[in-house]
C-alpha cells in the first residue's frame, strides 16, 4: 500500500506529460524528490490512493465486502469536490442509480469502460482476501471493480493484480504466477491479457493509451519483470509519459509487494500525503498506510 501511494504521487506531476521526462529530470531514480505540478502538491496522494483508502476502511469497517457501504464512500467523495476524478469513475457515481446497476448501464452505452480506474484502487482489497487462496482474491477483485466498471476486462485485469500480489505477499515471484492467473482468467477475455502480459511484451507494443486497463497492468508487469529495484520499476512507467499516476500507483504497489518498504526511498515515504475530500481534514500518511495495511492483513478472511 506504500508503494503504490507513493509512486501515485511520484507520477502525479508528469500526468499527460512527454515520454522522458522523468529521466531527463532525475537521471538517478533514486535520488529524484517530489514535484508539485499538474494541480498537485509534492507528494499529494491523487484520486488513486484516495479511493484505495475509501476501499480500505469500507472492507474494514465492514467486515469484508459491502457494496452499497463502498459506492456510498465512493459517491460521498465525489460529492465533496476532489481535485481529479476519472471520467468514466465520475459517470458513474453521478447517475443517480444504484449500487449494482450503475457501472453496467454505463457500459451498456458506452463502448470504452474498459479503463484503468477499478485497478488504481485495489491494493488494499488484494491485501485483505490474499489469504482466501487465488479463487477468492480474484472473484472479490470482480466485485469491487465492478461498482464502478461494468467492462468484465477491468474486473479480469483487477482479478489477475490480486492474484500476483497474493503471490508475492505469500514471498514467492509473480511473474511465476502469470500463467496460472491467466488459467483463472475468464476465457473470453484471457487471450487479449495473455498478449500484454507475455514475458516479451513491452510498452511500444500496446494498442491502446495507458488509460486503459491493459496496458496499466501490462506496463506494471513489464517493469517489475525488467527492473531490479523498486525505484527503478516506478521510474521506468513514469517515464513512458501519459496517465503516470496510475502507471506508478499500480507499479509502484506490485514493486512494493515484490521488495518490500525498505526499498522505496524513504524521502519518498517522508513526503506523501493522502488527502481525502468528504472524509475528514488530516491528511493520511504513509504510516497510516502502513499501518492499515497490517491491520488488513490481520483482518482479512481464511
Known sequence: MVGSAVGDALGAPFEFGPAG???RKFPDAAEATMEAGGGWE???????????????????????????DMFERFCRWVAAEPKDVGLQT??????????D????????????????????????????????GRAATMDAARRISALTHGDPAAGEGCAIYHELLRVALDGGDPLDAVDGALDAVAPAHRARWARVLAADWDPDQATESNGAVWPTLGCAVWAVRTCDTYAEAVAGVIDLGGDTDTLAAVTGGLAGAVHGVDDIPEQWRRAVFVPVPGFGDRPRTCDDLAELAKRLDQDRPL
Open 90 to 99: 465520475e459517470a458513474v457515481l453521478t447517475s443517480g442509480l444504484a449500487w
Open 21 to 23: 521526462a522523468f529521466r
Open 42 to 68: 509534492a507528494g499529494e496522494g491523487t484520486d488513486d490512493t484516495q479511493m484505495a483508502l475509501l476501499v480500505a476502511d469500507s472492507l474494514l469497517e465492514r467486515g469484508g465486502f459491502d457494496g452499497a
Open 101 to 132: 446497476l450503475a457501472a453496467a448501464d454505463h457500459a451498456a452505452h458506452n463502448q470504452r469502460a474498459a479503463g484503468n480506474g477499478s485497478l488504481m484502487r485495489t491494493v488494499p482489497a488484494a491485501v485483505f482476501h490474499a489469504r482466501g
